[in-house]
Every structure is written in structure tokens, then in C-alpha cells.
């Protein structure tokens, strides 16, 4: 069974740092894309990274283009989500799933396809 476990949100300032985490189990980590969402109270979940750890392959929304970077870590089946210069609009529940798509912005287009979401982690950016 693919599953995902986020962690490392918190409470930051503005133009603070987050380091999230997202192991994953039960799939071969290699062949699958593991993409980041969150979702602000009363919208939508929206995309925000994605990897593909096979390959290297990333992609980013506009909105965190400079400011997150997405790595992984093969050997411990990790996703990690640098977040730098923190808004307060960046603030909301952050998933990561796991499918075989590739990683590219139409993995954004539709989160309701994704069968293994985390339970999700809270950031907070105060102003």
C-alpha cells in the first residue's frame, strides 16, 4: 500500500524558514513523482512542488518560484520541502502524494485523482 506521512510544519514569521518532510512507504520511490499541495482555509487546494526522485525532474507553482526548493533523499525514501521567505499567504495545511505521473504542472491540475494523501502538516506565517 503507498502511503506518505508529512511533517515539520509549524508556527514562523514572515520571511521565516520550514523544512517539511515527506516519507513515503510501499512503493518504489524511484518510479513515482511525489508532489506537494496545500490548501488555505475556505480554497482550494493548489500545487505547489513536485519531484520525481528517479530522474531529478522538478517543478514549482509561480508563486513559490524562488523561494521553496525540493530535493530528495533515495536512501531514506524522503521528500524534503524548503520553505525560504515565508509569506503569509503561504500559510495552509501542506499534503504530498505519491502517484506515477511525471512531474510536471498538469500534476497540479487535478489533486482529486490522488489516491495517497498524508494526513498533512499546518504552517502558519504570521505577519
Known amino acids: 500500500e503507498v502511503q506518505v506521512v508529512e511533517s515539520g510544519g509549524g508556527l514562523v514569521q514572515a520571511g521565516g524558514s520550514l523544512r517539511l518532510s515527506c516519507a513515503g512507504s510501499g512503493f518504489t520511490f524511484d518510479d513515482y513523482t511525489i508532489g506537494w499541495f496545500r490548501q488555505a482555509p475556505g480554497k482550494e487546494r493548489e500545487g505547489v512542488s513536485c519531484i520525481r526522485p528517479g530522474d531529478g525532474s522538478t517543478v514549482y507553482a509561480d508563486s513559490v518560484k524562488g523561494r521553496f526548493t525540493i530535493s530528495s533523499d533515495n536512501a531514506k525514501n524522503t521528500v524534503y520541502l524548503q520553505m525560504s521567505s515565508l509569506k503569509p499567504e503561504d500559510t495552509g495545511i501542506y499534503y504530498c502524494?505519491?502517484?506515477?505521473?511525471?512531474?510536471?504542472?498538469?500534476?497540479?491540475?487535478?489533486?482529486?485523482?490522488?489516491?495517497?494523501w498524508g494526513q498533512g502538516t499546518q504552517v502558519t506565517v504570521s505577519s
Open positions: 502524494t505519491a502517484d506515477l505521473r511525471y512531474c510536471s504542472l498538469s500534476y497540479f491540475y487535478t489533486p482529486d485523482d490522488y489516491d495517497s
